[in-house]
């Protein structure tokens, strides 16, 4: 198919009237497909369900060194837990702290303690620093900004490369500017689009010599294990890098276990330096007795170890990956070669990025509604939901049936064509 | 026996001789006895074993409405776990929040979230309100306590009686000083003393016509259904009191099932009036996707009903009674009109306080300690660890063994005595 910015304004209405047809006759099926979503399917949770399965009134409910999972204690998670979790994310079981269900706590609180309390650091709590900020490679995730704006934390967008977020710039404001605190980053299979950070990208990150001694690397390896291709990307270990920098201080990592079992009842786990680690108990300490240990006894059992996990992760791939490869064989049939969309195609994760025209995202979004295909609000992927091109659609092809997916797939692809003649008419005409 | 006071100073010394001996004769059996914490005992954790068996691989992990509680959402709880505790609490539905496994989280989030972003009220985050103050009805919770003093609110000791605070000093202080935002409250079966605040004192509670709009009263009744008697106490219901005088924003209240169902495996809830709550959800919708639904369902199906969770509590009794007996009942025997020692004897709760002669209760602990029992350190009890008076022990029957349990009562008693002895013999010299 031809380059649609190539043809002529003629060629153009006609299209135009043509889509608008076949638009028109998809409103009428009234139809109501969400394709917003980064939640696994109802597949997916049933590959977990022998979880239910490996505690019963039979187990005694003890850790290996014999403490009661029932009972208080163990702040920082069950010791077996511990080991997994260091075995998966390539730390030591003493950098792991084992939470409750959910990382995005784990993120919140560790930035409100900052905010509160200060870094083990010795710095003034951020509270009491005056404006500070923090950089978002963009597109990235809306929760994260959410998370950043709640605290009045002022965002500065990164754009992000095929590498991960453009290094000379953050090694720029991060070296110049003490009130640049942190960096939110998805270093594998980024949400929303599947980048994986170059070896570089990660070791100049532990190479960051920050003006602000209490700089922080928020790493969210949220898909550590996600992978969705026979040639899955590997991510450098962040921890590694920093030690043998002496920076390992900088950075928090957390992960979790929400989409490897249950997305709502998973594990969450941080893990940093011992002395981060202690910094963090000490408020921890405070905040509660421990977390729920017969769920982390729960995962130790079913999984058994890091590479049950990884083994576990292959059924999950298995219901995926044709889920994303429909919606990308859809776009290449549909759009390829116009020139008025591209995408991404991650070896990885729960999303990938579709690029419209420089200013149709939210019109894309806007008729894909009207014919009943819910997308991810166009710029939520960006600090303050403004996407600045108005160009980004994460698309999360995780939830919906195949078949509802290829009917949200070709409206989809019918909505992006539509905002495109739109826009190029527009031009022809200013 | 006679008042130990009343006792000449050559018989004291004669008595102080005979304690030492038995004294050295524990010391010399080398016992690690205690009696420190409020754990339940394993015994009672295995009541709930049954909630093991509840949810198989074979369930549906649905709400009667048909949410998956295994995937994200719901993030106030599922509604019939909702439903539940606003039963158990006597709240309405929407007035209930389900969290995690600790209620001691959601109360240190709740001062966290006052902190940084103010209360629904629309007064100045209290970060941002110069010195604050919290009321502390004393003896009390040391978590309370630690978690004031981690944010830095200066406490104000507030006498038991045997009805609750005295409540014309906490009129006085909430009316007269906009600098006191709240207090803490164990209502039934006070920690340690095991009072039940009386209808007037909840009634009073209700009617304070605080000097600050953003005052809260964090109101913990995590002994709501822990009855130890066949004549339990019963609490007034304060939301019930505050929405006939329209003070129903003043209140927070907390509750768990840590020691109903598992201690580090339970269920824990805020209850609070609508405006309250959807405040309290801008925030937590920032923090979290929603806490672990599938445990929230585990206890609705093995509880069944509110009705059902007190009937659980009549096999914690059945296990905690005998144990609270043995100890009061040695204290009577061994200490019962020697008038060095009162002690309380609640009809419910985890503890009661044991009250030895002031500038003892120290000197008992450290005895008993030295002899192989460990007890609640003395002054645990009050803000900054500072009994006083010197006089209060916290005394925590619940996880030893009836067998321990009977030897470090005796060893308490008999470092009660000493402890009393050497006082008296001081004073007598002085």
């Known amino acids: 198919m031809a380059l649609m910015s190539s043809v002529s304004a003629g060629q153009l209405a006609e299209q135009k009237k043509e889509l608008d047809a076949q638009y ?6 009234g139809l109501k497909l969400d394709m917003s979503r980064g939640k696994p399917s109802a ?7 022998g979880m239910m399965d490996c505690l019963t009134s039979k187990d005694l409910l003890q850790t290996a060194a014999g403490e009661d999972a029932r009972n208080y204690g163990l702040l920082e998670g069950i010791p077996e837990a511990r080991q997994l979790f260091a075995d998966l994310l390539g730390l030591k079981p003493s950098e792991i702290f084992v939470g409750g269900n959910s990382s995005l706590n784990l993120m919140y609180d560790t930035v409100a303690r900052a905010m509160q309390f200060g870094t083990c650091q010795g710095e003034a709590p951020w509270n009491r620093q ?6 978002c490679p963009v597109p990235g995730y809306d929760r994260h900004f959410a998370v950043t704006e709640t ?11 095929e590498n991960g977020p453009d290094m000379d710039m953050v090694e720029k404001l991060v070296s110049s500017d003490p009130s640049v605190k942190g960096i939110w980053c998805v270093p594998k299979y980024s949400n929303p689009d599947g980048i994986t950070y170059s070896d570089e990208t990660v070791r100049r990150f532990a190479a960051l010599k920050p003006a602000a001694r209490d700089f922080r690397i928020f790493w969210d390896n949220a898909y550590c294990i996600h992978d969705l291709t026979d040639t ?8 590694d890098e920093c030690k043998k920098l002496g920076s390992e201080d900088m950075v928090y990592i957390f992960a979790s276990t929400s989409k490897i079992s249950f997305s709502g009842a998973g594990v969450a786990v941080m893990g940093m330096s011992e002395k981060n680690l202690a910094w963090a108990k000490k408020f921890l300490s405070m905040q509660t007795i421990g977390f729920d240990k017969i769920n982390q006894l729960r995962h130790v059992r079913f999984f058994g170890s890091a590479e049950g996990m990884k083994a576990h992760m292959a059924k999950h791939k298995a219901l995926i990956q044709p889920r994303f490869e429909l919606v990308l064989n859809m776009l290449e049939k549909e759009l390829g070669g116009l020139g008025i969309a591209s995408w991404t195609r991650p070896n990885g994760g729960y999303f990938f990025s579709l690029n419209v025209l420089p200013g149709c995202a939210k019109r894309v979004v806007s008729l894909c509604k009207e014919a009943g295909v819910t997308l991810t609000g166009a710029g939520a992927s960006f600090p303050y939901g403004v996407d600045p091109e108005d160009t980004n659609i994460r698309i999360a092809p995780t939830y919906p049936s195949m078949e ?10 019918l909505c992006v064509k539509l905002a495109a003649v739109e826009k190029l008419l527009q031009e022809q005409a200013a």
């Open 24 to 29: 028109r006759a998809v409103q009428a099926q």
């Open 43 to 49: 597949e997916q949770l049933d590959l977990s369900m």
């Open 130 to 135: 005056g404006k500070l900020k923090f950089l």
């Open 151 to 161: 605290f009045g934390i002022e965002m500065i967008n990164i754009p992000m490369t």
């Open 232 to 239: 899955p990307d590997t991510l450098l270990n962040i921890m």
């Open 404 to 413: 509802d997916l290829e009917k949200a797939a070709e409206i989809l692809c």
